[in-house]
């Protein structure tokens, strides 16, 4: 993560692209990648959504790629780490919804 | 990476979420977070953008820590790690948009 | 249309919120309310799509709402009418969609 | 609006496509269509969002269409009119935000 945020931010600079990268924009570039992988998915059925075809693989990779991008570069503009703030949030959602009740829910 | 990929296949399988999961609804989800980090910054200008107050910055973690988890999540359904990802996609963008051009327009 | 449209003038200048409506902040709102939309469906069935409980049923009737207000907003900053660019683009996909072919289709 | 509804559920029955429309689908569909709205926007400053080219006009009125003709058929579904729900949203919103506080304002 260390070295991809060090690589976008040299592509960026190399590119003279800073001033397009307020964090308003690069929020809106990101839904809008975010929308290109939905759309792989949209006339598929969940089952469906499983097993996609080889074209539409390399779509999904690039989408992946592209959506991990954005959000890499969101969260440098402020000094964060995406994969900090997946861990931090996990435990939130641990307390959030614990798993006693879904074990309790089995019994019903 | 690794280990946030294995945190979250547990943290699902213990609250038996796995049917809910299908590669279609996790893209849905992913697209409604980004939404939430948009939200963020729908009536902000760009410049006011770079220094949101200390409650929407508690949100803003969040969302990214929530971005991340589903990119994730949908990533590992088809065995993708979307920092991989992100590199080959950062390679084909680098050949895509060429510095020399932007270099060259510096001239003009 | 025309009426919702200057009702929608008088509401924003009532509240002086102009300012903030450029055409791109009230895309990106845009975005936001079609996100509430999809949270409604993300985590049901194509099939529980269709008969959603009545709490959800109030929460969709609003969403709708709020999505055709900011579409109507959006297209008016261009003095554009949505059910007259939706008549236009419908005529566009009958050109690019016949119907023939599909009609040939049901042979095969 | 209604005529335009009649004619949505014509072209989509002609083809043949009322099992792809289910209204998990068509949010879906309307989320993608939106982004594309978004992505004509997302590198403009606010000012430049309000005199857009005129290719870009092209699509926005496309784009336009586009959700217009989405927000329709989901609406349809559920036998709803997205512009009735448009006037009883914004009725909604004249209470929540009543114009008293901003005139107050205006005196500070």
């Not at 976008?8 to 590119?15: A, S």
Request: charged share 30%; hydrophobic share 40%; aromatic share 12%.
């Amino acid at each position: 993560m260390q070295k991809l945020k060090s690589d976008l931010c040299k592509f960026v600079k190399d590119r003279n692209w800073q001033n397009y990268h307020s964090p308003k924009n690069l929020a809106m570039a990101l839904s809008v990648e975010v929308a290109e992988l939905v759309e792989i998915f949209q006339w598929l059925t969940e089952d469906e959504s499983y097993r996609i075809a080889s074209k539409a693989f390399i779509e999904l990779k690039d989408e992946i790629g592209d959506v991990q991008i954005y959000l890499t570069m969101l969260a440098d503009k402020f000094n964060l780490n995406p994969i900090d703030e997946a861990n931090a949030k996990l435990k939130k959602n641990k307390k959030k919804y614990p798993v006693m009740d879904n074990q309790f829910n089995k019994f019903l």
